[in-house]
Nanobody, 127 residues
Framework: QVQLVESGGGLVQAGGSLRLSCAAS????????MGWFRQAPGKEREFVAA????????YYADSVKGRFTISRDNAKNTVYLQMNSLKPEDTAVYYC????????????????????WGQGTQVTVSS
């Protein structure tokens, strides 16, 4: 199985940027479609972005489209989430997730589709 560890969270002012990283160990990341989810206090976990195994396809929640970019470097076993133009409503714990996927081009946008999860990293955006 794969272990996922997120990093890069922190405190940033509205309008600022952060880049989250999700490092995988135990198994090569190229076998997994990957996604980012987030959970704000008192709210349910929500989908943020997803990327296929090959990286050729990606998908975003409407709330982050145009501001966030998901990418991956399979050689480094790492997935990234570049977050620009951050807003206070982006404040949440961000989780990366991996889905063992025979397809190299499909993306998964539902939490139950994922097999493995990281421990999360806190992102706080001040107004």
């Amino acid at each position: 199985q794969v272990q996922l560890v997120e990093s890069g969270g922190g405190l940033v002012q509205a309008g600022g940027s952060l880049r989250l990283s999700c490092a995988a160990s135990g198994r090569t990341l190229s076998s997994y479609a990957m996604g980012w989810f987030r959970q704000a206090p008192g709210k349910e976990r929500e989908f943020v972005a997803a990327i296929s195994r090959s990286g050729v396809n990606s998908y975003y929640a409407d709330s982050v489209k145009g501001r966030f970019t998901i990418s991956r470097d399979n050689a480094k076993n790492t997935v990234y989430l570049q977050m620009n133009s951050l807003k206070p409503e982006d404040t949440a714990v961000y989780y990366c997730a991996g889905k063992l996927d025979p397809s190299t081009v499909t993306v998964a946008i539902r939490g139950y589709e994922y097999d493995y999860w990281g421990q999360g990293t806190q992102v706080t955006v001040s107004s």
